[in-house]
């Protein structure tokens, strides 16, 4: 069984910098695509970015691009993400995924996440 335990979030003033941790325990890390979604109130969860098994391949959504960054420690069963000139609309709850399938940006592709970490940016 697959899990996976997000930490780092927080509140910050904008303009500030957080730096998400995604620890998945379990076998097998190396084979799974991951990913990080956010979820504001009464908003849909929406993609962020997501990283290749390897490393080698990443995405951003445009709203991000230039100020987040994804990466993983294989070795460490962990994904990051780096978040840097947050902004108040960036204020969400922060969901991390795992796919063993296929690398996609549609949430529901995904069969395996964690419980969310809050991040709170104020103006």
């Known amino acids: 069984q697959v899990q996976l335990v997000e930490s780092g979030g927080g509140l910050v003033q904008a303009g500030g910098s957080l730096r998400l941790s995604c620890a998945v325990s379990?076998?097998?890390?190396?084979?799974?695509?991951m990913g990080w979604f956010r979820q504001a109130p009464g908003n849909e969860r929406e993609f962020v970015t997501y990283i290749g098994r390897n490393g080698g391949i990443i995405y951003y959504t445009d709203s991000v691009k230039g100020r987040f960054t994804i990466s993983r420690d294989n070795a460490k069963n962990t994904v990051y993400l780096q978040m840097n000139s947050l902004k108040p609309e960036d204020t969400a709850v922060y969901y991390c995924a795992a796919s063993d399938r296929w690398i996609t940006t549609t949430a529901n592709e995904y069969p395996y996440w964690g419980q969310g970490t809050q991040v709170t940016v104020s103006s």
């Open positions: 379990g076998r097998g890390f190396s084979n799974y695509y």
